[in-house]
T-cell receptor, first 112, second 113 residues
């Protein structure tokens, strides 16, 4: 059974810092890994999708890497801003029917 | 270019009533996933559907819960005889194909009195 863990559970940083969020998974036989952000009371917004054959994806100030063999992904946020404050979730798709498994998220606060 | 639509956004039911949650996927998407999110818990997979087919319902309780995705119209998650423990946010997501990027709707917040 696939399990996804995100560390840290919560993070508070001053504006302008570069930061790294971690995601690990137990079964390396994945199809893809996707990072999302969720604002309070809202749905999930897709940030980046990395296919299993890829090593990283970039979008603006975000960079996500994938090391499938070690079961790890990192989300790097450069020059953090207060608007980045949200919960960040990672999800992997694996198994015969592509079932997504989510981590419990990292709650990020960027203070001015 | 509408994204994933869910309605209602908020639903209040009394114990024993039925709840029907609707999800319209993004245009062109034929794959729909339903999830449940409880406070202080993660997002839990419930069911994965393609048009007219249930692909995997391993995360859905065997009793009282059902889901469908008809050839025409939205996907429906139906909860019969709701109990207080069913109170949660229910999200659906759609994708173009298997193992493709998922796009989420805004969710339906169900409150059972």
């Amino acid at each position: 059974k696939q399990e996804v863990t995100q560390i840290p559970a919560a993070l508070s940083v001053p504006e302008g810092e570069n930061l790294v969020l971690n995601c690990s998974f137990t079964d390396s036989a994945i199809y893809n890994l996707q990072w999302f952000r969720q604002d309070p009371g809202k749905g999930l917004t897709s940030l980046l999708l990395i296919q299993s054959s890829q090593r990283e994806q970039t979008s603006g100030r975000l960079n996500a890497s994938l090391d499938k063999s070690s079961g790890r992904s990192t989300l790097y946020i450069a020059a953090s801003q207060p608007g980045d404050s949200a919960t960040y979730l990672c999800a992997v798709q694996s198994g015969g029917s592509y079932i997504p498994t989510f981590g419990r998220g990292t709650s990020l606060i960027v203070h001015p | 270019n509408a994204g994933v639509m869910q309605n209602p956004r908020h639903l209040v039911r009394r114990r024993g009533q039925e709840a029907r949650l609707r999800c319209s996927p993004m245009k062109g998407h034929s794959h729909v996933y339903w999830y449940r999110q409880l406070p202080e818990e993660g997002l839990k997979f419930m069911v994965y559907l393609q048009k007219e087919n249930i692909i995997d319902e391993s995360g859905m309780p065997k009793e009282r819960f059902s889901a469908e995705f008809p050839k025409e119209g939205p996907s429906i998650l139906r909860i019969q005889q709701v109990v207080r423990g069913d109170s949660a946010a229910y999200f659906c997501a759609s994708s173009l194909k298997d193992a493709h990027e998922q796009f989420f709707g805004p969710g339906t917040r169900l409150t059972v009195l």
